[in-house]
């Protein structure tokens, strides 16, 4: 696609070049196709002109007094201010050891004297159409990085403000339970029971959409973390289920590594209480974790169960936010669990993902940097 200038601001060029007549031709050729020139006769004059005012492009020669133009580029690319403007070298060296040197000091394009009109013009379009992009591609992400973190504060806010009177409507809920329910006929008694039960539910959503907003806040705040501990904390928050559905859980001497600890501790728990919840009828779970070193960089762990697994097509689904394959009746829950599983990976510098077979069991693998704890 041929970058248009048509409806755009005038694009700013600077040539820079010790050859009046270069400078001359150059700037005819660019003036006539609506560009707006600058001209440096050296290298001093041309740093100077950048600083002050930065060009859109700069065609630069290399054959100069006192700097030549690999030292000009490498200049303005160790500037921040400068690094990102497009240089293009213009130059009758033609050795492929001159073109590798100038784009190994940064620059963005390579042309060779003498030049055809119509090559400078197009490479010039071609630099300014991907600057203009990535100036594009830049706000975007910055527009996206600001909605995320409205979103999570948000997100933090109503689940706080949502907290106060939850547990007031909970916590009447259960004393009229308690107090009253014989003065209230079976119906009210369902009544009153389904109100428990969707306040509890609420109160598992909200903390769990509190959890997944707050990854990545402390991502700083990395410490040594025994992956045995975090374990046993896991197992500890995990009790009654465990002993409630009589789980085998069978599990190697974990390593220690740079994380969080709260976000490790919920991982491990969020992938062993699934196992647990969608275990088969009548069945008891069988859990096994296994760990391996595939390389030096990370450490691989396995989570597998041989419970009901997940249909092949919605392997790729599950670690989406409010993601449900159960009804609720049936397997309780918010479907944030695996999407906090996925950002705590994420924020650890690992991935993760699942294998699985209907009515034999699944395994979700995640890796985590081994890092130099020394």
Not at 22 to 51: D, F, G, H, M, P
Not at 206 to 227: H, M, N, P
Not at 246 to 253: E, I, M
Not at 279 to 303: G, M, N, R
Request: hydrophobic content about 40%; some cysteine; aromatic content about 6%.
């Amino acid at each position: 696609m041929k970058y248009s200038l048509k409806n755009q601001p005038k694009k700013e060029i600077l040539v820079v070049d010790d050859t009046p007549d270069n400078l001359r031709l150059l700037s005819a050729i660019l003036t006539q196709q609506n560009y707006e020139v600058r001209k440096a006769l050296n290298s001093t004059r041309a740093i100077a002109s950048v600083k002050a005012d930065a060009p859109d492009l700069i065609l630069l020669d290399i054959k100069m007094p006192e700097m030549n133009g690999y030292e000009v580029c490498t200049a303005l690319q160790r500037d921040p201010e400068t690094q990102e403007i497009p240089i293009i070298f213009i130059s009758a060296l033609d050795d492929a050891l001159d073109k590798v040197r100038a784009f190994s000091v940064g620059g963005a394009d390579y042309i060779t004297k003498p030049f055809q009109e119509a090559e400078v013009l197009a490479r010039i379009e071609h630099q300014l159409h991907i600057r203009e992009l990535q100036s594009q591609l830049k706000a975007q992400n910055e527009e996206l990085a600001r909605s995320n973190r409205e979103l999570e504060q948000f997100a933090h806010i109503v689940s706080h403000d949502l907290q106060q009177p939850l547990q007031s409507i909970i916590g009447y809920a259960r004393i009229i339970a308690l107090q009253s329910s014989e003065l209230l006929d079976a119906t009210g008694n369902t009544y009153l029971g389904n109100i428990l039960e969707a306040g509890n539910r609420m109160q598992r959503l909200i903390t769990d959409l509190l959890s997944y907003a707050q990854i990545g806040k402390d991502s700083e705040a990395f410490s040594r973390v025994d992956c045995n501990q975090v374990l046993a904390q896991a197992l500890s928050n995990l009790d009654s289920a465990l002993k409630e559905s009589h789980a085998d859980l069978n599990y190697p001497d974990l390593p220690t590594l740079l994380g969080n600890e709260t976000q490790l501790i919920q991982l491990f728990q969020n992938l062993i209480g699934n196992a647990i919840k969608f275990s088969c009828p009548e069945i008891p779970p069988q859990i096994t974790i296994a760990l391996s070193q595939p390389d030096e960089a990370y450490w691989l762990f396995e989570i597998h169960d041989n419970g009901i697994g997940i249909p092949p097509d919605s392997l790729k689904q599950i670690f989406k936010s409010f993601q449900r394959l159960n009804s609720p009746e049936q397997y309780p829950g918010t479907g944030i669990g695996l999407a906090t599983c996925q950002k705590i990976v994420k924020n650890h510098g690992g991935e993760i993902w699942a294998e699985s077979q209907q009515n034999v069991g699944t395994s979700f693998y995640f890796k985590l940097p081994t890092q130099d704890l020394s």
